[in-house]
């Protein structure tokens, strides 16, 4: 079984929602959740949020958080879950925020640097994914890196 479809069966057995806040991956959780027929009962919708502005107005992450830690840290894509589950009225979120690549990526800050958060409702674990396997390496490597964490989670 996909880990979309176990997640699937995991939030409809535990009546569940999910909602995923994503930059880097760009919908990619979303469209790999809305694959599975029936994700509608507990799928409630997914963010792209690509620029801070977004982040700041749809996620609730503050100004303050974006400023001392950049978009691309822990603690912005744990505002960013409990954003998601706030705004889109979810009991369970993903979130992640990174350097996909080719460019953008600093001495602190590598490319390939993505951070990720799983929610279950006021649980949240997080994890910082580092080295490069190329942009669409490093987008996928996130996807199932936040799947298999929001699994673990409602396990």
Known sequence: MKLEEEIGELLKA???SL???ESCTGGGIAAL???VPGS???FNGGIVAYSNEIKQDLLHVSAETLARHGAVSRETVVE????AMKTLKTDCAVATSGIAGP????QEKPVGTIWIAAAYKNEIVTMKQEGDCGRAGNVQCAIQNALSMLCSKLK
């Open 19 to 21: 909602s995923t806040a």
């Open 80 to 83: 960013m879950v409990k954003g």
């Open 40 to 42: 509608s009962e507990y």
């Open 14 to 16: 535990k009546n569940l």
């Open 103 to 106: 460019g953008g990526g600093t």
């Open 33 to 35: 959740i809305t694959s």
